[in-house]
């Protein structure tokens, strides 16, 4: 960078970015203790009808500032988060005259982009702004009397932006690595993000592309084959842990990166063949100092345009982590701070939620969603299901969900999911039906009036399923009246869903229009008082900050996938995909081997422990207890666990991790928003009002008899911890030191653990190690109790694809 670049410097003063303008281009570099971690990058991006926003500017201005709050989260990893950061504002203009525009306005007006960054401890952000007009008067006039006056003297001194509405073709920005770090990455796609990681040096992902490309979900888009998706964690080999993501992606296209294949141009080998945008020319857009340079690659819409733009406005904030420890990436909170703060007034409505549901049995095979085979054709409103034959394998009927009801209850559960509830399963995949749902109508042997009534009786919420197959048009349609319908019988959460190809056609799942309709689901569900869980929709980005009633996404290879998972995935989620917010992975499969349930299934790589220690390594408000209830039944001791864990801690501790292979994790829960659920949240539609979930007993261990839970918990709630570890194919042994207990407190610890000859690893498993001896045997626990205090070790034994859980409670 030049001598005289701009240099902004974080709180710790480790971090130091760097911004200059070159030749009237744009560049941002950023250095640890003078080590370059970013080397200089271009920013920028070229517009439909006019030249490009990366030359010809010049820097009119500078602001430097630093902020400091904290604030709490209405859920979270942890009660309160520091927001500390330095920012440096830069105004730069292209004159008027220097550049052209097909409607001429830039021979009248100046070019105006505004680039904010956020220097943190733990990393930056920065985005582009675009203010309608500037101030170039500084006539600011205090005087409130003088109102009128100054408003009108404030227009006279003030520069209209040539730019108004405008069409993004690419964006320019760069990340020029400062090496050919490791990195965990899953191949760029425009319609899932389904997909298993490869760990690989930065150089190697050309070659390896194509295989990763291979196992994800459906549909599949790709647009480069060097293309990867955020959050991408990398490690250097010095060891420090950097993560390329985006915070705050709203009424924008999702932004994946390209490596600039030596030297070469992303569009080069594109296989996009959507993309109308010209090929950009490497000799003016890229820097190229590294050769490993990644370029923003943004989602195009159906027309080939990546963000169709109205000043006043700003794009996401492009997030570059900088960690010393892998622990400390999963303690950063930089994507939730640079979100804006929460926009909901009243939030009493939302809360953790543990769930089960009428659900794997569809996904394992042992049941259906559809009610009968008679129709391989459904046309909503024409096709009789009244008389239609049931095929005797629908999962989501009165029986069963009522038999799934008094499971959870008597566990302690706050809500049930039923998929398959709903007319039209019979057609809906894969057709690309625009009418395939109406969200309203259930099947006939769904009685949804009375399985509601029955649920709330027992303190079950039951949790409303919205697969839009993807056809979103179909979903805006009847959106207002399926919340309704919800608000009508007392569901407080939905559970959206967009399998298969867009619709409108021609969009994939990441372009601006459908962010916006994810976004716009969000939004008229809070008018309703519905938190919502989507899956296969776009990757999050920290918006559940701003929207907390966006209590969970998939947007990740989840269970559902089951052995073509690999070993250590769920070690690599939480560095990834749940920066953005929190993940509806589906845990606590006890019966992984899939062949039990259907012949063609196969063995899923995890023991029971394993999944055990999901639910605390794996943050999230909704968490699930994906099995069946007979699949527990047998191992009632270990299940105790997932009854007892909390979802909603006040201090989380990251033990120890490394992406790929281990990660373990210390929680202690949030005692305010225990049994939220069982407070009544709204007036049933029954009327009835206070239903019990029991969460506080079970997280406390308070007594059956002891009738109301939350007042007990208050009066005399025992300390509580959670500990919990994962693995990927190696057996593993950790030493878990208990120094965040409170000192002089004795408490009893319940230990969850691998037995010697348990192993998740199948015996024909390509992961297997070659001297393992070890069967699968993904059932073999112990359950051992200790006393222990603030000076204790634990010391604990995990098995291939094992884990391990332990609950910490004062005596
Ligand atoms: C895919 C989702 O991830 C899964 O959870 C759901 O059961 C099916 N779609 C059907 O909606
Ligand atoms: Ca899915």
């Known amino acids: 960078m030049p001598a005289d670049a701009l240099t902004l410097e974080s709180p710790d003063g480790q971090l130091q970015l760097k911004f200059a303008v070159v030749d009237g281009k744009p560049q941002y570099a950023l250095d640890r203790n003078g080590k370059p971690v970013v080397l200089p990058s271009k920013m920028g991006f070229t517009l439909e009808w006019r030249d490009d926003l990366a030359h010809a500017f010049v820097l009119k201005d500078r602001q430097f500032s630093t902020f400091d709050e904290t604030w709490e989260p209405v859920w979270g990893e942890e009660a309160r988060i520091r927001n500390y950061y330095n920012e440096l504002l830069v105004t730069l203009e292209q004159p008027v ?217 700003v794009t996401p904030w492009r997030t570059i982590m900088v960690c010393e420890k892998a622990t400390d990436v999963l303690a950063s909170r930089l994507i939730l701070n640079l979100n804006d703060p929460c926009v909901l007034e009243d939030v009493s409505w939302i809360h953790p939620v543990k769930y089960m549901g009428v659900w794997w049995e569809m996904i394992s095979g042992k049941s259906t969603w559809n009610y009968t085979n008679d129709f391989p054709s459904v046309k909503l409103g024409q096709t009789d299901y009244v008389h239609a034959t049931p095929n005797g394998t629908h999962g989501a009927n009165n029986a069963n969900v009522r038999r799934y009801i008094d499971f959870a209850a008597a566990n302690g559960f706050d809500g049930l999911l039923i998929e398959g509830w709903n007319i039209g399963w019979e057609d809906w995949y894969g057709k690309q039906k625009e009418f395939v749902f109406d969200f309203l109508t259930p099947y006939p042997d769904f009685d949804l009036p009375a399985l509601n009534k029955y649920a709330h009786e027992k303190g079950i919420r039951l949790i409303m399923h919205h697969e839009s197959s993807a056809s979103t048009v179909n979903y805006e349609r009847w959106m207002e009246q399926a919340y309704t319908l919800m608000n009508q019988y007392g569901y407080d959460a939905v559970k959206g869903g967009y399998v298969g190809t867009i619709i409108p056609f021609g969009e994939g799942h990441y372009s601006q229009p459908i962010n916006n309709h994810y976004h716009y689901a969000i939004v008229e569900a809070a008018k309703h008082h519905i938190m919502v869980n989507s899956h296969e929709a776009v990757r999050p980005t920290g918006l559940c900050r701003t929207w907390p009633n966006m209590i969970g996404n998939e947007s990740a290879m989840g269970t559902e996938f089951r052995e073509r998972i690999k070993p250590g995935h769920t070690t690599i989620l939480p560095f990834t995909r749940l920066q953005g917010g929190p993940m509806d992975y589906t845990p606590g499969i006890f019966e992984p081997d899939m062949g039990k349930i259907v012949t063609w299934g196969k063995k899923m790589h995890h023991t029971i422990c394993n999944q055990l220690g999901l639910y605390v390594t794996f943050y999230s408000p909704l968490q699930m207890a994906a099995d069946f209830p007979e699949h527990y039944e047998p191992y009632m001791d270990a299940f105790q666990f997932i009854k007892d864990v909390a979802v909603d801690w006040d201090t989380s501790v990251y033990l120890m991790a490394e992406p790929g292979d281990y990660i373990v994790t210390a929680r202690h829960p949030k005692i305010s928003s225990l049994n939220k659920a069982a407070e009544g949240v709204g007036t049933l539609a029954d009327g009835k009002k206070g239903v019990i979930s029991n969460a506080t007993r079970f997280v406390y261990a308070i007594p059956d008899t002891v009738e109301t839970c939350h007042g007990a918990s208050l009066q005399n709630p025992h300390d509580v911890w959670y ?22 407190v004795k408490y009893e610890a319940t230990i969850y653990a691998d037995a010697k000859d348990a192993s998740g690893l199948p015996d024909n498993s390509e992961f297997r190690i070659q001297n393992s001896e070890l069967k699968y045997n993904p059932y073999a626990y112990t359950i051992t109790k200790k006393v222990v205090s603030s000076k204790s070790e634990l010391k604990l034994r995990m098995a291939p694809c094992g884990g391990f859980a332990v609950s910490i409670r004062s005596l």
Request: glycine share 8%; with cysteine; charged share 25%.
């Open 97 to 313: 005259g220097s550049v052209e525009s097909m409607d001429h306005s830039t021979e009248k007006r100046p070019t105006i982009m505004q680039i904010r960054f956020r220097l943190y401890d733990d990393g930056l952000g920065f985005r582009y702004e675009f203010p309608d007009k500037i101030d170039n008067g500084k006539l600011k006039m205090e005087n409130s009397a003088n109102a009128d006056h100054n408003s009108q003297l404030s227009i006279l001194h003030s520069q209209f932006n040539a730019l108004v509405c405008f069409w993004i073709k690419e964006e320019l920005t760069e990340f020029a690595m400062a090496g050919d770090h490791t990195a965990w990455w899953i191949p760029g796609d425009l319609d899932t993000q389904e997909y298993n990681y490869t760990e690989s040096r930065l150089s190697e992902i050309p070659a390896l592309w194509e295989a990763g490309h291979k196992d994800g979900g459906w549909p599949w888009t790709a647009f480069s084959k060097t293309g990867v998706q955020t959050a991408l964690q990398m490690r250097t080999d010095d060891g420090l842990f950097l993560n390329i993501h985006e915070a705050a992606t709203l009424d924008f296209p999702t932004m994946h990166l390209d490596l600039i294949d030596n030297g070469k141009l992303i569009m080069d080998n594109s296989t996009d063949a959507n993309n109308t945008s010209s090929t950009p020319d490497n000799s003016q857009f890229s820097i190229l100092n590294s050769p490993f340079t990644f370029r923003a690659w943004l989602c195009p819409d159906a027309t080939g345009y990546k963000g169709r733009i109205q000043a006043p406005c």
């Open 723 to 744: 500990v919990g570890g994962i693995t990927d194919e190696n057996a593993r042994e950790v030493t878990v030191k208990l120094d965040f207990l409170k000192p002089g």
